[in-house]
């Protein structure tokens, strides 16, 4: 039982810690910090800075942003192929 939920939270902190270390790459609100405040039962509603990424679907600096599925599944396009005789 103790292996199993000390497993959980290993799986939930790195999923955590992967969102925030590729929240410029995600579709994810620059305001951490004010997530405490936010109303959960309220729609959602994007920052200025959040809405121009949405529309141009691109940083400041020209990278692409993807949401964590799209990000995924550009990440599973890289491979590394070795060929025998």
Excluded at 30 to 56: F, H, K, L, M, T
């Amino acid at each position: 039982m103790r292996a199993h939920i000390f497993l959980c939270m290993l799986a939930y902190y790195v999923q955590w810690h992967m969102k925030e270390a590729w929240r410029e790459l995600l579709w994810r609100d620059e305001a951490p910090e004010a997530r405490w405040s936010w109303d959960p039962v309220a729609p959602a509603a994007r920052s200025e800075r959040g809405q121009r990424n949405v529309q141009r679907k691109h940083l400041a600096d020209g990278s692409e942003i993807y949401s964590s599925h799209t990000l995924l599944a550009e990440v599973s396009t890289t491979v590394r192929n070795t060929c025998r005789r």
